[in-house]
């Protein structure tokens, strides 16, 4: 049995880079004071910004992204491994790549995602969401060599995606990761349900770090969760900022597989 205590971020970011970083880092030292090796920061987690070009004239190349360089120094100085959530990260096509970064101890990258599902929705009453107009969508599915088991990548809106999840846990992962900024509308009617559905199908550790509250008018769900293989609910953020733990032992990964192997029961069908 391998065991790694996890810790996932729940913060609310703003359009002020520098103090969302400063945020974001003390709460990964206080993750690493209770114990945490495995810390996971959520969605847009260096800025919660708004509009195409608002997202476009913050973004930097990933040589030059100050929360990229930041947290890289911060691996450094905990010694936690650290999952980036997503920052913006600035293109050569003139678009942005919604893109998570999973840190070793030593600062090195040792793994990039970029968000493959785009989340292109009319939530009425005014609240629509175009991310395509700006983003780059991803286009490799990618899963982590870590000490204590794979982990699989991925990044809110891609939560409703299961053959996703269902790729990642085939191909190594035991930990899922969904570093998230759902809306309050569809946080409330969706968040845990999907995340649990997640985990059940694919008898994996899903570990979702979240941003909550108001950021300039539009508002996200929170509780950030951390749910077991067989489907509970292990820990809850809450609607504050703040940290979640857990510890999770791969051990469970196995016992749920073993009890529901549907990973293996794949069979060939057609459509009639």
Partial sequence: MTTVRAACLQVNAGRDMAANIDTACALVREARAGGADLVLMPENVSLMEWGRDNVLAAARPEPDHPALAAFRDLAVETGVWLHCGSIAVALAN????????????SGAIVGRYDKIHMFDVDLGGGEVYRESATFQPGGQAVVVATPWGGLGLSICYDLRFPHLYRTLAKNGAQFLTVPSAFTRPT???????????????????????????????RQTWGHALIVAPWGEVVADAGESPGLIYADLDTAAVDKARGKVPSLTHDRPFSLV
């Fill in 94 to 105: 003139g678009k942005v790549a919604n893109r998570t970064y999973v840190l070793g101890p």
């Fill in 187 to 217: 946080g409330a009617a969706h968040w845990e349900v999907l995340l649990r559905a997640r985990a059940i199908e694919t008898g994996c550790w899903v570990l979702a770090p979240a941003q909550t509250g108001e950021h300039t008018g």
